[in-house]
Each structure stands twice: as structure tokens, then as C-alpha cells.
């Protein structure tokens, strides 16, 4: 009888565990419909394989002995322009080897060009002109 019980118990412990690991997407106030699109769209497509702290993301190794093939690039730490978001947008990245092409299209992909140009590298150290 014991035993019926902890089942549930483990159940239900899994799933709060589950939604303990989830974050809320934090924009700047005011932010425009299509960024906030991109926000979105880059947390349920993205975020898996990046990191980014604006939608919550973890998907990004932080150490190097941790680092699976599938990690792509931290966007807290590394700027992204617009042309080069869509870029990796149509061709699975800039190495071809992991991220599918065209994991989004039209107005999704400018969207989360548009949200990731805007959000990316905000902890990278300022540019310096050259």
C-alpha cells in the first residue's frame, strides 16, 4: 500500500520540479509587437540549444568541460546584428552542422532578427572601434 502512494507523490514532485526550472521572459518597457513576437518565438525554438537571460534561456554551456554539440552560442556574452540572425536563421547557423535551416520563415524568422539584434550580447563588454 505503501508503495501506491509514493507513485503519485513522485508524480506530482517531477512536476514541480519541471515548472521550478521555468523563467519569464523580462523585455524593456514598452517594447514593440514583432521584438516581443521574437521573444517568444526565441524561447520556444531557440532556447533549447542558447542561452539568453531576457527569455530565460539556458541552453548554452557556461564551461567548456560541459559543452555538448549541441550548444550553441551564449547571447548574454556575444552581439548578434539583424542580417546576421537571418543569416544563421536560413542556413542552420554559420557552421551548417547542427542548427536546421530555415528553423523559422517570413515574419517569425525577421521577428527573432529583430528581438535577437535588440537583446543579444547585452553582458559583452563594450565595442571598441578599430
Not at 507513485?7 to 521555468?22: F, K, M, N
Not at 526565441?42 to 540549444?49: A, D, L, N, R
Not at 542558447?50 to 556574452?77: W, Y
Amino acid at each position: 500500500m505503501a508503495r501506491r502512494a509514493v507513485i503519485p507523490l513522485l508524480a506530482v514532485a517531477a512536476l514541480l520540479a519541471a515548472g521550478c526550472g521555468s523563467e519569464e521572459i523580462k523585455l524593456d518597457k514598452g517594447e514593440s509587437q514583432n521584438v516581443s513576437n521574437g521573444a517568444e518565438l526565441f524561447s520556444e525554438h531557440c532556447s533549447g540549444c542558447h542561452s539568453l537571460d531576457a527569455v530565460g534561456a539556458h541552453g548554452s554551456s557556461v564551461n567548456a568541460g560541459d559543452k555538448e554539440t549541441t550548444d550553441g552560442p551564449n547571447f548574454n556574452d556575444r552581439r548578434e546584428d539583424r542580417d546576421g540572425v537571418l543569416y544563421a536563421i536560413r542556413n542552420g547557423g554559420f557552421s551548417g552542422a547542427i542548427m536546421p535551416e530555415n528553423i523559422l520563415t517570413g515574419q517569425d524568422a525577421e521577428d527573432v532578427a529583430d528581438f535577437l539584434s535588440k537583446y543579444a550580447g547585452r553582458n559583452a563588454p563594450p565595442a571598441t572601434g578599430g
